[in-house]
T-cell receptor, first 114, second 115 residues
Framework: AQSVSQHNHHVILSEAASLELGCNYS??????LFWYVQYPGQHLQLLLKYFSGDPLVKGIKGFEAEFIKSKFSFNLRKPSVQWSDTAEYFC????????????FGKGTLLTVNP | ETGVTQSPTHLIKTRGQQVTLRCSSQ?????VSWYQQALGQGPQFIFQ???????GRGNFPPRFSGLQFPNYSSELNVNALELDDSALYLCASSLDLAGVTDTQYFGPGTRLTVL
């Protein structure tokens, strides 16, 4: 069964610091990968997604993620965070064997201090 | 906002009761998926409906059931409620079968508390 691991439960940064949130998945075949974000009081929304092609994916609000197949990883990055990036971030995967089932990690809470 | 709405916002039930949660998808979205999010966890897939038929199911018992209607609304029904059913229930709609090329748009969720 596919699974997703997010290494950090809570990350605290100051504004302008660089961000990298780790995500590893367990499935060895074809995968579609996602990062979702949930801002305080708002709906879960898509930040970026990888289906195929360029392993470096750019999303909204300056976020990007790199798919490294050999490491089963899909880490999220942002060069300079802002206070408004405070939110919970979820990595998710759909594997080729279950193309309807989105499996989420436990999430990483990011707190950005002004 | 995603155009996906859910009702009610909050609900309190007692163990053994039955509950129905409702979701209204974006117009034209043929797929709806339901997720359970326990406190401190990521959402867990319950099941998905495509054009009013169940298309896939996660590791949830049969007392979790659903319906999807032609007007882009759907329901999640849970019978014989247990304390562990306390969670945030999310629905997500997508244009076609989720995960192939399409994005899932999430609603705000229904917070269910079972006492």
């Amino acid at each position: 069964a596919q699974s997703v691991s997010q290494h950090n439960h809570h990350v605290i940064l100051s504004e302008a610091a660089s961000l990298e949130l780790g995500c590893n998945y367990s499935y060895g075949g074809t995968v579609n990968l996602f990062w979702y974000v949930q801002y305080p009081g708002q709906h879960l929304q898509l930040l970026l997604k990888y289906f195929s092609g360029d392993p470096l994916v750019k999303g909204i609000k300056g976020f990007e993620a790199e798919f490294i197949k050999s490491k089963f990883s899909f880490n999220l990055r942002k060069p300079s965070v802002q206070w408004s990036d405070t939110a919970e971030y979820f990595c998710a995967v759909i594997s080729g064997g279950s193309n309807y089932k989105l499996t989420f990690g436990k999430g990483t809470l990011l707190t950005v201090n002004p | 906002e995603t155009g996906v709405t859910q009702s009610p916002t909050h609900l309190i039930k007692t163990r053994g009761q039955q509950v129905t949660l409702r979701c209204s998808s974006q117009s034209g979205h043929n797929t709806v998926s339901w997720y359970q999010q326990a406190l401190g966890q990521g959402p867990q897939f319950i099941f998905q409906y495509y054009r009013e038929e169940e298309n896939g199911r996660g590791n949830f018992p049969p007392r979790f059931s659903g319906l999807q209607f032609p007007n882009y609304s759907s329901e999640l029904n849970v019978n014989a409620l247990e304390l562990d059913d306390s969670a945030l229930y999310l629905c997500a709609s997508s244009l076609d079968l989720a995960g192939v090329t399409d994005t899932q748009y999430f609603g705000p969720g229904t917070r269910l508390t079972v006492l």
